[in-house]
């Protein structure tokens, strides 16, 4: 086989096609650069690590490598906000982000917001912010028709409710909560409830 030289030579005989592969390339690169730069600042230097982070998780864009960075990169953004205590910055990632969650799978959404509540549970005295988290994204899930997602937020906040000896709550939520699983026959989650 010959080599085409020509091709190799510059941008001239490449397709639109080829030189937005490289420009798609170039820019993930930049984008886990920065990634990993955040993480190497995320103990020591926080409020740079801040930047990078939503630097990575503001990108615009779409494709599976393109979504994980931005994924890993507001998990991370997630628990760096855990660290400092900044619950009300972990609520309004989770509301700023709801857009992203159009342009990846539903099982990606649900991984992620679940991870975003369960770092508000790791701060001390957050319960009621994460409950109203809860209550948001149980909300954000009825409009959206993201019922899987709703019915895990859902038994999340019974259990809370249960915790906090709110019992009257926590069997109403339930209640409805079981009714409607047997339904759909998820059973994971039927056995969770009860």
């Not at 864009?61 to 960075?69: A, L, T, V």
């Not at 953004?77 to 990846?104: C, H, M």
């Not at 028709?145 to 915790?163: A, D, G, N, P, V």
């Not at 709550?169 to 209640?175: H, R």
Request: net charge negative; with cysteine; proline share 3%.
């Amino acid at each position: 086989g010959s080599l085409d030289f020509g091709a190799m030579a510059g941008d001239t005989d490449m397709t639109s096609a080829e030189k937005m592969d490289i420009e798609t390339q170039t820019k993930l690169d930049d984008m886990r650069e920065r990634y990993d730069r955040a993480v190497a600042y995320h103990a020591l230097k926080p409020a740079e690590a801040e930047t990078l982070y939503k630097s990575v998780a503001g990108e615009e864009g779409d494709g599976e490598e393109f979504n994980k960075m931005k994924e890993q990169s507001i998990c991370k953004l997630g628990e760096l906000y855990a660290d400092q205590k900044r619950v009300e910055d972990i609520q309004q990632l989770l509301i700023s982000i709801r857009p992203f969650f159009l342009n990846i799978p539903k099982a990606k959404t649900a991984k992620i917001v679940r991870t975003l509540i369960e770092l508000v549970a790791k701060v001390p005295g957050a319960d009621k912010v994460q409950m109203q988290l809860c209550l948001d994204t149980i909300e954000w899930c009825k409009q959206e028709k993201r019922t899987f997602l709703r019915h895990r937020i859902q038994t999340k906040l019974s259990s809370m409710y249960f915790e906090m000896k709110d019992y009257t709550s926590a069997l109403s939520l339930v209640g409805a909560l079981l009714s409607e699983v047997k339904k759909l026959d998820d059973k994971p989650l039927l056995v969770e409830i009860h």
